[in-house]
Structures are given as structure tokens and as C-alpha cells.
């Protein structure tokens, strides 16, 4: 038999919620604020409600599957155990783009950062020692991530809230719209539903991180938070976006103020704050992408492992290995290290512009996941009810995300599809022409049943065991 490939359950919901958070990085509000007011018309709060309203729903699905399925994985579990083992690896692979790339996001962040601070200094100094840092943390322990994520993550809240109280004063002062209480940053005469959808589009990128955190099912001390976690991660997240960027947008209702539009954080805190505030407020942004990096770094590390523990990773004793003592994917968080030392060379909006795709893959599928679990597999459609949480809302959310692709950056679609057919090509070599099922890949152990069963499949009693990817005892081999 096997060893058993089991994550240490160490982490409490606000730890979880603290980890979604960080990923989330609230401060990149201010970042990408003179870009999505220019492509919206100075209605950036209204692209991020339209977001948070798109993401309400898709967040509802996630909810429900990791009721169903409380394993890492999250959109690859889902789609593999609901609809196909093949299709499933294509959508973990898809997220993996996404997931993959946000570290390296982080990563070149840091080294502007500190090319700024220190010019004289080669910036792959920083990336390498970033880097290192990142990786070591989420090897010691997912506690001390957690940890670490969350004081992070409290600082920059605290400097948000900074900024939001001296922007009410220098809109008292007259700057601006003179008043919080204006509906300016809702509505003017030239709104374009195009133009806020594509803004939408754009701050999608922000609210990546309430779905990551379902990687950490595992980890979570009782699996049945894990729903409530993701609707306070959403909430909590998208409120600080909306609040942040109302204020913004109403001192600054153009981006004429700004001398450089694609990154506007250092000259709003300025402006609002002066200089001291300012540097105050690059330190919170700098400790927003170290947080992003670590909860980032662990999120993707957690896909490789289940990818690996269910063989279609390889080599997969690799992929799927835990350490004896620290509990943690050795050989899949070393793995992102090395991939987000690319940072030292490639741009920031290259990279950037990739990351949307794979995460509007994994939303769709979700979505999709609690229509062939609910409806097709369970037949829960026969009341009002069920036909409104396992249909309806999926649909709407689904729907909601399509919209979304329609604008997504032609960039990043290119390169999406091309990333999607470099997997179909791996799929196809490791199945051998497709001749044999992904499902031949024998799955090795994954949490106990004494861990996850008796849960509800949607936070209701039912009656019914949840089914679990990985929760079977078999050897890893293939099956010929």
C-alpha cells in the first residue's frame, strides 16, 4: 500500500479567509485605478460592483462544490469528478496559467519595487532573494504562511482605511467632487455598458484569491467553513475594492492629476496624503504583493499536488510527495520558486495581460460542475427550490462569466488557447493517443473519510456522503 498523501489540517477559517485576502491584494485597487477610469469614464466603482456581482454568483457554486467535494483542486476536482476525468485535467490545466503566472506577477512587482529603491543594484538580485523567501515560508508550514499573510494583510487594511479617511478631508477641502456623497462615480451622461464591462473585465484580475482558497479544503480545520469562508472572502474583499475605489474615483474624477496612468498608487497617496503618507503608503503596497506572493505560491502549489496525487502529473511520486515533518508539497512549491524566477526578466503587463484567462476558465466550469452534479447526477430538480440553487443560479453565473470572456484582451485569449492546446498535446502523449482514460490513472489516498464524510452535498442535511476526489486507498501505478 501506498503512503498516505495528506495535508496537515492546521488552518481556521479566518486564517483561510486571511489567505484569500492576501491573494486578493487590496491595494491594487490604486494600482489599476487610472487605467480601468479611463477605460470606464471615470466609473471605476461601478466596474467593481458589476465584478463582485458576477463573482456572487460563481462564488455560490464554488460553495457548493467544495460541500460536495472537500479536496484540494477546487475547478480541476470539480470538472474531473462531475463530468470527465479528461475535461477535467484541460480545466486544471487552463487554472494553472492563472495560478501559475499571479506568483510571477508578484515576483516582477518586488523587483520594481526595490529597482526603484536601489537602481545601482541588478534586479535579479531581488527576484532570487524574493523569491527564496516566499518559497521557504510555504515549505516550513501552511501555519506560518497563514501567519504571516494575515498581519500582512491587516497592515494594508489599516493604510486603505488611512487613505480613505484623508480623502474624505480633501473632499471636504474642496478636491475633487467635494463630497463623498456624489453619484458620479455610479453614473455621468457618456456611461458605455461596453466600456464598464470591459472594465469589469479588467478588475476580474482583482478578485482572483475567494476562489484559490478552495485549495486549501485540506488544510482547513473543519471542511464545512470552507463555503463560508469563500462568501466572506468575496465580501470582505470586494467592499474594501468598492469602497476604496468610490473614494478614489470621487477626489480624482480624471486621470488628469496623474503624470503615469498605468500604475496611479504612488501619486494618489501623494496627493491625498503628501509625501510621509506616501511612502507609508508603498510600504503597504509592498507588503500587499509579499502576501499575494505567499498565499499565491501555496494556492498553486496545492493544484500541482492534486494533479500529481491523481497521476496526471508526472513524474507523480514527485508531484504528490509530502514532507514527513512539515506536512507541505515539497517538489510542487519548490516547482512555482523556480517558475517565478521567470520575474527576473519579462514585463509586467505581458504577464498580467495572461492571467484572466485561466481564471475565467475555472469560473465557467465551477458553474457548470453543480449543473452535472445537481441536476444531471443527483436529479434535484424536482422541487422550486432545487431548481433555483442548482440550476438557475449556476446558469446566471455561468452566463455572467460569459460575458466576460466576450472582453477578454485578445492577448491573453491568444495565449490562453495556445497554453489550452500545449495541454491537449500533454493529455494526448500521457494517455497514449488518447487510447486510454485519464480515469486508468489510479488515484492515491487522499483525506480520510472520517475527516470529510457526514458533510452535506450543499450545507443542508441530506443524508448523503459527499464523494471525494482522491478519497479511495489504492497503489499509484497505471493501469494497462
Known amino acids: 500500500m501506498a503512503p498516505q498523501k495528506r495535508l496537515k489540517r492546521s488552518l481556521g477559517m479566518w486564517a483561510i479567509v486571511g489567505l484569500g485576502l492576501g491573494y486578493m491584494t487590496p491595494t491594487v485597487v490604486f494600482d489599476t485605478f487610472g487605467i480601468v477610469s479611463m477605460e470606464t469614464g471615470g466609473l471605476v466603482p461601478l466596474a467593481y460592483l458589476v465584478a463582485m456581482v458576477v463573482m456572487f454568483f460563481t462564488a455560490l457554486s464554488y460553495g457548493k462544490m467544495v460541500g460536495v467535494f472537500p479536496a484540494a483542486g477546487s475547478a480541476y476536482t470539480y470538472t474531473r469528478e462531475t463530468m470527465h476525468p479528461g475535461l477535467g485535467f484541460i480545466v486544471g490545466w487552463a487554472a494553472l496559467l492563472d495560478y501559475l503566472l499571479l506568483p510571477v506577477v508578484n515576483a516582477l512587482l518586488i523587483r520594481i519595487y526595490m529597482e526603484a529603491l536601489f537602481p545601482e543594484a541588478p534586479g535579479w538580485i531581488w527576484v532570487v532573494l524574493y523569491v527564496a523567501l516566499i518559497t521557504g515560508i510555504n515549505l516550513r508550514s501552511m501555519t506560518s504562511t497563514a501567519k504571516a499573510t494575515s498581519l500582512l494583510v491587516i497592515f494594508e487594511i489599516a493604510l486603505i482605511v488611512a487613505f480613505i479617511v484623508l480623502a474624505t478631508v480633501q473632499l471636504g477641502n474642496g478636491m475633487g467632487q467635494g463630497t463623498a456623497f456624489s453619484t458620479a462615480p455610479l453614473f455621468n451622461e457618456s456611461i458605455e455598458a461596453a466600456a464598464i464591462l470591459t472594465g469589469a473585465t479588467v478588475v476580474c484580475f482583482s478578485f482572483i484569491g475567494f476562489d484559490a482558497i478552495t485549495m486549501y479544503t485540506e488544510e482547513a480545520r ?82 500541482l499536488f492534486v494533479m500529481g496525487r491523481n497521476g496526471v502529473l508526472r513524474p507523480a511520486k514527485l508531484f504528490a510527495y509530502v514532507h514527513p515533518k512539515f506536512r507541505t508539497p515539497v517538489f510542487p512549491v519548490v516547482l512555482v520558486g ?143
Open 222 to 303: 473543519n471542511p464545512k467553513t470552507m463555503p463560508r469562508a469563500i462568501l466572506l472572502t468575496l465580501g470582505i474583499g470586494g467592499g474594501i475594492f468598492f469602497l476604496a475605489a468610490w473614494f478614489g474615483q470621487s477626489v480624482f474624477p480624471t486621470v488628469d492629476h496623474f503624470e503615469v496612468t498605468d500604475d496611479t498608487l504612488p501619486e494618489m497617496a501623494l496627493y491625498v496624503g503628501g509625501q510621509v503618507f506616501q511612502l507609508l503608503f508603498l510600504a503597504g503596497a509592498f507588503a500587499a504583493t509579499i502576501a499575494s506572493g505567499l498565499s499565491s505560491h501555496a494556492s498553486v502549489s496545492r493544484l
Open 338 to 480: 523556480v517558475v517565478s524566477l521567470l520575474a527576473i526578466t519579462p514585463s509586467l503587463e505581458l504577464v498580467a495581460s495572461m492571467i484572466n484567462f485561466g481564471a475565467l476558465v475555472a469560473f465557467t466550469f465551477v458553474n457548470l460542475s453543480v449543473i452535472a452534479y445537481f441536476v444531471v447526477r443527483k436529479k434535484r430538480y424536482r422541487t422550486p427550490r432545487d431548481v433555483f440553487h442548482y440550476l438557475v443560479l449556476p446558469l446566471i453565473g455561468a452566463a455572467m462569466t460569459g460575458v466576460l470572456w466576450a472582453f477578454l484582451h485578445p492577448d491573453a485569449l491568444i495565449f490562453g488557447l495556445i497554453w489550452t492546446v500545449a495541454g491537449v498535446v500533454y493529455l494526448a502523449v500521457i494517455t497514449k493517443g488518447f487510447r486510454r482514460k485519464v480515469s486508468d490513472f489510479v488515484l492515491e489516498e487522499g483525506p480520510p473519510d472520517d475527516e470529510v464524510n457526514g458533510q452535506p452535498d450543499d450545507g443542508h442535511p441530506s443524508g448523503e456522503a459527499p464523494v471525494l476526489a482522491g478519497a479511495v486507498t489504492t497503489h499509484v501505478h497505471d493501469k494497462e
